[in-house]
């Protein structure tokens, strides 16, 4: 189980030490890797600024072809198409999936985003099915929260 609290802690604590996103961002993904053994794939993905692609940022697990998702394809580009988090049991099932991993069976598409903009999103694969719940969910929720301040604060 991932201990949210603790993580957000640490991000706050590296934006009071002047951290940036960069670092903000690498770190979280490991965090978020190291909190879980369902976890086996766990990146970021910022959205470019025209709106159209998401470019992958970091992440921790098996290489990936998909480093270049555009909005509207696969579980992670229909995250941004409608604006809201995917939490797919079973991946076989979701229609135009973009297979990372044979062994990949479920997949959670986190937003990160602060009031109407969405930023980017956490991406993690598991090669257990169903091996998400809506507590994970809202886990990675906080952390994605916490990460959407200060990339709303560099953007201005
Ligand atoms: N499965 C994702 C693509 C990203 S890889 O899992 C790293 C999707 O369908 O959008």
Partial sequence: ?????????????????????????????????????????????????????????????????HARIPVGEGICGMAVAQGANQNVPDVSAFPGYLACSPDVRSELVVLIRAGGEIFGQFDIDSHQSEAFSPLDEAALQMVADKLAEQLARERR
């Avoid at 991932?2 to 993904?29: N, P, T």
């Fill in 1 to 65: 189980m991932i201990d949210a609290r603790h993580i957000v802690q640490e991000l706050q604590e590296m934006r009071e030490e002047g951290h940036l996103s960069d670092a903000l961002l690498r770190f979280a993904v490991r965090a978020i890797h190291a909190a879980d053994d369902r976890f086996d794939w766990v990146g970021v993905y910022l959205l470019t600024d025209d709106r159209l692609e998401l470019w992958l940022h970091n992440y921790m697990g098996a290489p990936t072809e």
